[in-house]
């Protein structure tokens, strides 16, 4: 069985007191920087067993090997036994951490994935909040033998050395047990003019980024024998913090390095579609096509049977009263289009309603989610994405076709069409066309052909429900 909690070796105290006193953080310090709560934070320290993926984050960030800071697998399994996650235990936890084992219906998918990374890296995409980094990081915790996933989120990275940084720190935890990284503690060494033997790197080599990170690379690749996969989430909002010419370099570097290390893989992910920040740098002046190596693959929401599974453990484990869950557990899945952060967030509050649940309270519940100016359901980003990554032309385009098909049926070009002409602002024909494929490249849109032929239509009805009440169509 994969473990799924892990506890501090208590041999271990004083490594993660002196870290925290190096470092010069707090419990409180920690856990905010890691969105993690502070009872894990202090479980972590007294040695009590944490949930897998936070102890490995709050090993890398205490700069800590977690396989050697963990109980030895033998006292692990004698105390894991009382915390063996159970099937009952399911509780909602919208957009919260939750361990592998809460993670339903994604085994098919990463066994794909595992798959498809024996061949060739792979960017995953998908429309927010569909489960793309639960996923990877189920990946990570759960990966087979010949792989080394390596999961870091780079959304707070603000510069190529920093991100550099960051990949070495996680290469050095990995590589505690095969021996040192040695060529960048040489090169550092040879920067700074004394043996170097810090974790964080000295201004000076700011300028060294490539090197730093080829080199890195270099001992990765060198001192194990697995096949390297380094999971990097958010890389969009990385490349987005960082000048152009800064993400142009980032971009074509990482692709030299996965032609010449033929051991590395790396997968993209994020929750801003790559395309945007590769078209802007193509502004920019750039021409290149960075990552024509990797393969696209899109993540979808969860097969109904799966979502159905997911929400009757969520159902159970709140201990809703239900009559059939079988019934219950497929509307309220249908209701959101089998998305599981939003399964999350109806069981919550399904849980606090005292009546009978049928479908139209189900469906009441939803639209006053979605109502809610308090964002609960987070879905401005919908509206924020059109004016932070559509220009001036195209956002007029982007809003009446949103508009249009927020209030029809699957409809034809030529009608949604008709519609922009008679608009002051969406005068031309083709821009109309490619705002239409930017809208399905960015998962408000697909286009289906059916009986009165090719239609555009919302990819979910959750999206086109939230459009039309926001825009008080
Ligand atoms: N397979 C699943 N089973 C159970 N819950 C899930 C699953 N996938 C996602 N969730 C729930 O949905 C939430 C959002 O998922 P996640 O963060 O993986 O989405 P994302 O696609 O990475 O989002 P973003 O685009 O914002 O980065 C999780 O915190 C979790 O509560
Ligand atoms: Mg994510």
Same mark, same amino acid.
């Given at each position: 069985?994969?473990?799924?909690?892990?506890?501090?070796?208590?041999?271990?105290?004083?490594?993660?007191?002196?870290?925290?006193?190096?470092?010069?953080?707090?419990?409180?310090?920690?856990?905010? &920087?890691?969105?993690?709560?502070?009872?894990?934070?202090?479980?972590?320290?007294?040695?009590?067993?944490?949930?897998?993926?936070?102890?490995?984050?709050?090993?890398?960030?205490?700069?800590?090997?977690?396989?050697?800071?963990?109980?030895?697998?033998?006292?692990?399994?004698?105390?894991?036994?009382?915390?063996?996650?159970?099937?009952?235990? =399911? #509780?909602?936890?919208?957009?919260?951490?939750?361990?592998?084992?809460?993670? %339903?219906? &994604?085994?098919?998918?990463?066994?794909?994935?595992?798959?498809?990374?024996?061949?060739?890296?792979?960017?995953?995409?998908?429309?927010?909040?569909?489960? #793309?980094?639960?996923?990877?990081? @189920?990946?990570?915790?759960?990966?087979?033998?010949?792989?080394?996933?390596?999961?870091?989120?780079?959304?707070?990275?603000?510069?190529?050395?920093?991100?550099?940084?960051?990949?070495?720190?996680?290469?050095?935890?990995?590589?505690?047990?095969?021996?040192?990284?040695?060529?960048?503690?040489?090169? %550092?060494?040879?920067?700074?003019?004394?043996?170097?033997?810090?974790?964080?790197?000295?201004?000076? /080599?700011?300028?060294?980024?490539?090197?730093?990170?080829?080199?890195?690379?270099?001992?990765?690749?060198?001192?194990?024998?697995?096949?390297?996969? =380094?999971?990097?989430?958010?890389?969009?909002?990385?490349?987005?913090?960082?000048?152009?010419?800064?993400?142009?370099?980032?971009?074509?570097?990482?692709?030299?390095?996965?032609?010449?290390?033929?051991?590395?893989?790396?997968?993209?992910?994020?929750?801003?579609?790559?395309?945007?920040?590769? @078209?802007?740098?193509?502004?920019?002046?750039?021409?290149?096509?960075? /990552?024509?190596?990797?393969?696209? %693959?899109?993540?979808?929401?969860?097969?109904?049977?799966?979502?159905?599974?997911?929400?009757?453990?969520?159902?159970?484990?709140?201990?809703?009263?239900?009559?059939?869950?079988?019934?219950?557990?497929?509307?309220?899945?249908?209701?959101?289009?089998?998305?599981?952060?939003?399964?999350?967030?109806?069981?919550?509050?399904?849980?606090?309603?005292?009546?009978?649940?049928?479908?139209?309270?189900?469906?009441?519940?939803?639209?006053?989610?979605?109502?809610?100016?308090?964002?609960?359901?987070?879905?401005?980003?919908?509206?924020?994405?059109?004016?932070?990554?559509?220009?001036?032309?195209?956002?007029?385009?982007?809003?009446?076709?949103?508009?249009?098909?927020?209030?029809?049926?699957?409809?034809?070009?030529?009608?949604?069409?008709?519609?922009?002409?008679?608009?002051?602002?969406?005068?031309?024909?083709?821009?109309?066309?490619?705002?239409?494929?930017?809208?399905?490249?960015?998962?408000?849109?697909?286009?289906?052909?059916?009986?009165?032929?090719?239609?555009?239509? =919302?990819?979910?009805?959750?999206?086109?429900?939230?459009?039309?009440?926001?825009?008080?169509?």
């Amino acid at each position: 069985m994969a473990r799924s909690s892990l506890q501090l070796n208590s041999k271990w105290i004083p490594k993660v007191e002196e870290s925290l006193a190096t470092q010069q953080l707090t419990q409180r310090t920690i856990a905010e &920087r890691l969105e993690i709560s502070r009872s894990s934070v202090s479980k972590f320290i007294n040695c009590k067993p944490v949930a897998l993926n936070t102890f490995i984050r709050l090993c890398q960030e205490l700069n800590l090997d977690w396989n050697g800071a963990s109980q030895p697998e033998r006292e692990w399994n004698d105390s894991i036994e009382s915390f063996r996650f159970k099937q009952d235990d =399911f #509780k909602s936890n919208p957009g919260g951490q939750i361990s592998p084992d809460e993670i %339903v219906g &994604r085994d098919r998918l990463i066994e794909q994935l595992w798959d498809r990374l024996r061949q060739q890296s792979f960017i995953f995409s998908g429309e927010r909040r569909i489960g #793309k980094s639960s996923t990877l990081k @189920k990946m990570t915790l759960e990966a087979p033998e010949d792989m080394l996933p390596i999961y870091r989120d780079l959304e707070g990275i603000r510069s190529p050395i920093e991100f550099v940084e960051v990949i070495w720190q996680d290469t050095e935890t990995y590589l505690r047990e095969a021996g040192k990284a040695q060529r960048v503690r040489e090169f %550092v060494s040879e920067l700074i003019g004394s043996h170097f033997t810090g974790y964080r790197f000295p201004e000076i /080599t700011a300028p060294h980024w490539k090197t730093l990170l080829t080199k890195t690379i270099e001992d990765l690749v060198t001192l194990q024998s697995k096949q390297i996969v =380094f999971i990097w989430d958010e890389i969009p909002h990385l490349l987005g913090n960082f000048s152009d010419e800064a993400a142009m370099e980032t971009l074509d570097i990482l692709r030299s390095l996965r032609q010449t290390y033929p051991d590395i893989r790396m997968v993209f992910s994020g929750s801003i579609g790559l395309h945007h920040i590769i @078209k802007n740098l193509q502004k920019a002046g750039y021409s290149n096509d960075p /990552t024509n190596d990797m393969y696209p %693959v899109d993540g979808q929401p969860l097969a109904q049977e799966d979502a159905i599974q997911l929400t009757i453990n969520l159902l159970r484990g709140e201990d809703v009263t239900i009559f059939n869950f079988q019934e219950t557990a497929t509307e309220i899945a249908l209701a959101v289009d089998c998305i599981p952060f939003y399964i999350h967030h109806l069981v919550n509050q399904l849980k606090d309603y005292s009546g009978e649940i049928n479908q139209e309270i189900i469906m009441n519940i939803v639209d006053e989610s979605l109502r809610n100016p308090l964002n609960l359901w987070k879905m401005e980003h919908y509206r924020e994405r059109i004016d932070n990554y559509y220009n001036d032309i195209q956002k007029p385009y982007a809003l009446e076709i949103l508009d249009i098909l927020s209030i029809n049926p699957p409809t034809p070009f030529q009608r949604i069409w008709q519609y922009l002409k008679s608009e002051p602002h969406t005068q031309d024909k083709e821009t109309a066309r490619s705002v239409l494929r930017l809208l399905m490249k960015d998962y408000y849109l697909i286009q289906e052909d059916n009986l009165s032929g090719s239609t555009y239509t =919302f990819r979910y009805q959750l999206v086109q429900k939230y459009w039309r009440i926001s825009r008080g169509l």
